[in-house]
């Protein structure tokens, strides 16, 4: 072969390998703005609660006793949650995988017709539509309608607990911040420390979300560190007033 028939062949495997990179590409970032989410969910929630405690002149140790309690119900509320929806998810698409193995065993030509359907709406002339069904047909049948028609790779399904893992982590690591900001200070400036260590991790989190979602930063950070700001401001209203009570 020829160098000018070796580059390209070597362009040609490049362009099959890109959408497969791009593929990986996104599943990184989904997960990666998941993780920065539940990082947030754990930083606001456990904030709320620790200040909210701490308006009820609570003492260090109670403090760090329900700052864990909510670090601990919130992690694992965050991972079965996780947990149940991905569950879902990947058995609607192991079910839709088995109906397609029954229609490709049962329908093999109209199938075979619907693939190349699918490659005509994408702006194929019939032909190549058709010869590109029928040699990704012959390669894997499944693979090439799951992926066209479907938006599956039997390959690299949704995991569940991969998911629920990385929401216990996410959140915990969210969660560690107000607690040891509450907690480590001493109690005449406990309060002070907690919420400005809590906006500064809002502005970090609105700022990464924002950015993985290809979003205007500014708005994004502005909400997140008002509804920050807006739960910690209510829960430490409620401790006080609980304990004028």
């Known amino acids: 072969m020829s160098s000018d028939e070796d580059r390209s062949s070597a362009g040609d495997r490049g362009h099959e390998g890109e959408p497969h ?22 930083v606001v929630s456990t904030a709320g609660l620790v200040v909210g405690v701490a308006g009820a002149a609570a003492t260090s140790a109670e403090l760090l006793t329900a700052g864990l309690a909510g670090l601990l119900a919130g992690s694992m509320s965050m991972a079965t949650g ?16 088995d109906q397609e193995r029954r229609e490709l065993a049962h ?21 190549l539509a058709h010869d590109v069904a029928v040699q990704l047909t012959e390669h894997d049948a499944l693979a ?16 569940p607990w991969h998911a629920a893992g990385a929401s216990f982590v996410a959140f915990t690591v969210g969660a560690l911040l107000p607690l040891l900001a509450i907690v480590l ?12 260590s809590v906006i500064a991790a809002l502005v970090l989190t609105g700022w990464l979300s924002a ?7 500014a708005p994004a950070v502005a909400r997140n560190v008002l509804g ?18």
Request: a negative charge; proline letters at 5%; glycine letters at 10%.
């Open 21 to 42: 990179r791009q593929g990986e590409l996104g599943s990184r970032l989904n997960w990666l703005r998941a993780g920065v989410l539940g990082a947030n969910d754990g």
């Open 82 to 97: 996780e947990y149940v929806s991905v569950s879902t998810q990947r058995d609607s698409e192991l079910a839709a995988l």
């Open 107 to 127: 329908t093999p030509e109209a199938e075979l017709e619907e693939l190349t359907g699918l490659y005509m709406a994408k702006g194929l002339p019939r032909e």
């Open 144 to 159: 090439a309608h799951a992926e066209t028609e479907l938006g599956i790779d039997p390959e690299e399904l949704t995991n």
């Open 185 to 196: 200070p001493p109690s005449s400036i406990r309060v002070p420390v907690t919420v400005g």
């Open 211 to 217: 950015r993985l979602g290809a979003a205007k930063v």
């Open 228 to 245: 920050g700001a807006i739960a910690m401001a209510i829960t430490y209203t409620a401790g006080v007033l609980l304990h004028a009570a």
